[in-house]
DNA sequence: TCATCACATCAGGATTCAATGATATAATCA
DNA sequence: TGATTATATCATTGAATCCTGATGTGATGA
């Protein structure tokens, strides 16, 4: 059984993962990865379109993973903390060696999300 | 815009990310993070019902993040790797900061999954 | 001021997922 | 063999969540 402190602490946990649980959020991170870019710049580099990009970086913001900064029009979005970018190599590593599980597991579907034309 | 190549690759990486992304498959994970465990034990130590854990270990095997040994009539599960309990580590770092964004953060509800009694 | 641009927000509909309860399987024991 | 134990699987149901298209807001420029 779980005490009420360690009930919460998972809660959170799971919210923040949730946060990396998605291929469009993903996308919007690894664009963010190199440098920040303001909303019109992630359309382009996703493909996602204008309000799903905004929800998401509304959640992504909530939760802390990525920070915003408004210049004149434009709102550059950055990710919020150099371990975010750690969390994502280290999901890289740990998928290159469990990729195939992963491939395979048709459990959970995720979402197509982005298109992947170019 | 992104490549075929690129996008799967999030779709894995969001897989991945989903399998930590639920507070009943982490409170899993962390009674597995001191010592195996076969499901009998994993289900008092989370107080979650046999089926739920059953499925939720299925997910978690085929997506490679924990493994299963078979003794007599029980099955013992374990973390699969290392890098797992590192995942989960660096989360806690990250959410040490951010936890108040994390908490705040009402825009995706996590279910509550895991009962708090003791 | 009025138009435009950049972005945020909202309602909706479709999909996905977690939990449950019932049932199936497989191993052990009497 | 038949009963029991340990675990897996399945259908269902309710809830969460992702996407879209429309609209709102706030800043800039004519």
Redesign the interface.
């Known amino acids: 059984?779980?005490?009420?402190g360690?009930?919460l602490q998972?809660?959170?946990?799971?919210?923040?993962?949730?946060g990396?649980?998605?291929?469009s959020?993903?996308?919007i991170m690894?664009a963010l990865r190199n440098t920040p870019l303001n909303v019109g710049e992630i359309v382009?580099?996703?493909?996602l379109s204008q309000s799903n990009i905004s929800n998401h970086l509304?959640?992504l913001r909530?939760?802390?993973?990525v920070a915003s900064e408004q210049r004149g029009r434009f709102t550059y979005y950055r990710l919020?903390?150099d371990?975010?970018d750690?969390?994502?190599r280290?999901?890289?590593?740990?998928?290159s060696?469990?990729?195939?599980?992963?491939?395979?597991?048709?459990?959970?579907e995720?979402r197509?999300?982005?298109?992947?034309?170019?």
């Open positions: 059984m779980l005490i009420a360690e009930q998972l809660t959170l946990k799971a919210k923040l993962f949730r990396f649980a998605d291929p959020r993903l996308a690894e382009e580099a996703t493909g509304g959640c909530d939760c802390g993973l919020a903390d371990r975010i750690s969390l994502l280290l999901a890289e590593e740990v998928l060696d469990v990729a195939k599980g992963v491939y395979q597991c048709t459990r959970y995720t197509e999300g982005v298109s992947d034309g170019e």
